[in-house]
């Protein structure tokens, strides 16, 4: 096996995708390789592909084509493509692309040092493909590279049936974690200094179906509850179908579950729900709504909209700007249909023409963007309890403002003042965002990705809210304390490049900051 060499994981997709590469570079680098140096040229570059989006394959295709002169000048580069669309697409890539080294797909990414090695030494392309899970990827390393924020999978795969989504037929049917085994990950975090997880599965709700217990999932939610230490608590995505009141009532009852929920809608068109195969209509969607909202007031929904599927007339479009308009989610995550061959959506009559996908595309666009706004206007004035993130805010150096996560999951860019802090201030069982009392007690810290700033928003956007005041407080927390010590490693180490440990000293904990190819 190879002892020494780098890598760069090149990620398309979901948060499941993102979280599959942390798993493969935890692989590399306990085969020897350590991560790449920007602007340096890799020695293995792995693309972790999705293929939920039209022209996904010519998006890897392209990127496949501009690597071909790299690995020409430097012969000893090595490519492998895993993920969705390897999974479907197999040989196919090795014959469109016969310089890519190692295909893998979405059942065997732990093969990935071992395949890479083969090619290696007998100078071939290897392919491997398997058509059901060999191991739980949460057995294998993970390289996480927050210390403070962590996702941890529950289940992989999906029973659904949704006509327009490939997926199923990629990542199998649903397997589940026990509950042991995710609450001792959970809790192996927290010992690292995890402060917030997000609990992952293609339906998180079905949760326990596999082994005999329909409850699983809210019990999960309040089992972390007991975990002390254990901050902040989401989880991703559920299905309205088997969205239950015990699962409401574990959010509400469960002091670090946060008061936001990610609920898929798809359309607010029963005649396009029937379509699409979803199961649920839109009165029994609204009534989760209504039942959340009931249960926790300020919980923040969001969700997932497709424009344009087959047969959608302007009457079925009206019915979801009218949903749209009741929901008033906090944000959307708003597509254009996409045709995927092997898909029952792809045979399907009355496929809507592309201008008229779009034209409805912008005005749903325009209706999320003011129903945004409405609801974090009503923030101005209000306190929010800010998760600091490394990362969030793009401008943060232009503007001088540091960002991060409110309980809610709004994106909050804040000033982060001269004197700020605070070594006191409330647990998670004490606070809430806009919530009133008093600010906790004041110190001379400087804000660190991890702790937890308490600040006043002074301005609204669609997509964010703005602090520009001097924080109220800051309470460190232990996830900053790590992040402060993995810094720390960084500068004292970083030309080391050891084994576990990048070229900025990281270590094995936290959430992937891996390319994502556009």
Not at 177 to 190: C, Q, T
Request: aromatic share 6%.
């Amino acid at each position: 096996m190879r002892s020494s060499g780098t890598y760069e994981i090149r990620t398309y997709g979901c948060q499941m995708n993102m979280h599959d590469s942390e798993r493969l570079a935890g692989l590399l680098e306990e085969a020897g390789y350590r991560r790449a140096a920007a602007g340096a040229t890799p020695d293995v570059v792995v693309f972790n592909t999705c293929a939920v989006r039209e022209n996904a394959d010519n998006r890897l295709y392209g990127n496949l084509g501009q690597l071909l002169p790299v690995k020409n000048a430097h012969p000893g580069l090595q490519i492998a493509v895993g993920g969705c669309l390897a999974q479907k697409d197999q040989e196919l890539i090795t014959a469109r692309a016969p310089w890519v080294d190692v295909v893998f797909g979405t059942h065997n990414i732990a093969a990935l040092p071992v395949l890479l090695e083969r090619a290696r030494v007998q100078q071939q392309a290897q392919v491997e493909i398997l058509e059901s899970l060999e191991r739980f990827p949460s057995v294998l390393p993970a390289r996480r590279e927050s210390a403070y924020s962590a996702w941890v999978a529950i289940s992989v795969g999906c029973n659904n049936t949704c006509t327009f989504c490939i997926v199923p037929s990629l990542r199998g049917r649903e397997e589940d974690r026990r509950p042991g085994d995710v609450l001792a990950e959970i809790r192996a975090l927290v010992a690292d200094g995890v402060v917030e997880v997000t609990l992952l599965g293609q339906n998180v709700n079905s949760y326990g179906a596999a082994f005999g217990d329909r409850l699983a999932f809210g019990k999960l939610l309040r089992a972390c509850g007991e975990i002390d230490g254990l901050e902040r608590v989401r989880f991703t995505s559920p299905h309205p179908r088997d969205f239950t009141d015990d699962v409401i009532d574990a959010m509400a009852q469960t002091p670090n579950v946060m008061p936001q929920l990610h609920m898929p809608l798809q359309s607010g068109s029963d005649a396009v729900l029937r379509a699409m195969r979803r199961a649920y209509r839109r009165d029994k969607y609204l009534a989760i709504l209504d039942k959340v909202r009931a249960a926790i007031p300020d919980a923040a929904i969001t969700t997932d909209i497709i424009v344009g599927f087959p047969g959608e007339t302007e009457r079925d479009f009206a019915d979801t700007l009218d949903l749209v308009r009741r929901a008033r989610f906090s944000g959307a995550f708003t597509f254009r249909y996409s045709v995927r061959p092997g898909t029952p959506a792809a045979t399907m009559d009355g496929q809507v023409p592309a201008a008229v996908v779009q034209e409805r595309y912008e005005r749903l666009i325009a209706l999320v963007e003011e129903t945004s706004l409405d609801g974090n206007a009503a923030f101005v004035g209000r306190q929010v309890e800010v998760l600091v993130a490394d990362g969030e805010g793009r401008k943060d150096d232009v503007t001088h403002r540091m960002s991060g996560r409110a309980r809610d999951n709004r994106l909050v860019h804040f000033t982060p003042g001269s004197s700020a802090g605070g070594s006191g201030g409330s647990s998670p069982r004490e606070s809430s965002v806009g919530g009133s009392g008093g600010p906790p007690p004041r110190d001379s810290r400087v804000p660190r990705p991890g702790d937890i700033v308490t600040t006043v928003v002074t301005r609204a956007a669609p997509h964010y809210l703005i602090a520009d005041g001097e924080p109220l407080a800051v309470r460190p927390t232990r996830g900053a304390d790590a992040w402060a010590a993995r810094r720390d490693s960084a500068r004292e180490g970083s030309a080391a490049a050891t084994p576990g440990r990048d070229s900025r000293g990281g270590v094995l904990l936290g959430m992937p900051a891996l390319s994502r190819p556009a």
